[in-house]
């Protein structure tokens, strides 16, 4: 995930990118404030984002445990 902050006056625009974990996906909140009120609401975007559009990301890798023989 990659993400670029904008400054627009008394907002800024948070853009997030998914693409580089091969997934097509981008969104985007406005923040009031300035750089530093966006980036501490960058994993709360993250986090919704990966819970709205869950049918996008590949779940993840099953440890394959063989079975352990019980004595």
């Not at 997030?16 to 974990?21: K, V």
């Not at 091969?22 to 986090?47: C, P």
Request: proline share 7%; aromatic share 8%.
């Amino acid at each position: 995930m990659t993400y670029v902050l904008e400054r627009d006056g008394d907002v800024t625009n948070i853009l997030m990118d998914f693409t580089d974990e091969g997934v097509d996906l981008q969104v985007s909140r406005k923040v009031a404030g300035d750089e530093a009120k966006a980036a501490d609401y960058v994993k709360v975007l993250e986090a919704d984002a990966r819970r709205d559009f869950a049918d996008k990301f590949p779940p993840p890798p099953v440890e394959d445990h063989p079975e352990e023989e019980m004595e």
